[in-house]
């Protein structure tokens, strides 16, 4: 069974950067879709980055031009680069990665808090 191990997540100053990671437990074969989404408690979970196969990157329009996707194939790991944090940013951060063959993988979270 493949897990989905984050990390990166904390607590930053407004206008700081932090770099979530989230690698497999073992390598993932014919990947595809790879994403971060991020939920507020009793709230729906929304996708906010997410990278093709092909490298075709999109954004929610509340992180554009300060958040950044990237993914390793070869490590079964997406990264989410995250630039000009602003309070509101603060969410229970996923990773999410979909293989060709339709298997769907979740991470289990990590906090991100952006406070002074």
């Known amino acids: 069974q493949v897990q989905l191990v984050e990390s990166g997540g904390g607590l930053v100053q407004p206008g700081g950067s932090l770099r979530l990671s989230c690698a497999a437990s073992?390598?993932?074969?014919?990947?595809?879709?790879m994403a971060w989404y991020r939920q507020v408690p009793g709230k729906q979970r929304d996708v906010i980055a997410s990278?093709?196969?092909?490298?075709?990157?999109s954004y929610a329009d509340s992180v554009k031009d300060r958040f950044s996707i990237s993914r390793d194939n070869a490590e079964s790991t997406v990264y989410l680069q995250m630039n000009s944090l602003k309070p509101e940013d603060t969410d229970v951060y996923y990773c999410?990665?979909?293989?060709?063959?339709?298997?769907?993988?979740w991470g289990q979270g990590t906090q991100v808090t952006v406070s002074s």
């Open positions: 999410y990665v979909q293989t060709q063959t339709g298997a769907k993988y």
């Open positions: 073992r390598r993932i074969l014919n990947l595809n879709a």
């Open positions: 990278i093709t196969s092909r490298g075709i990157t």
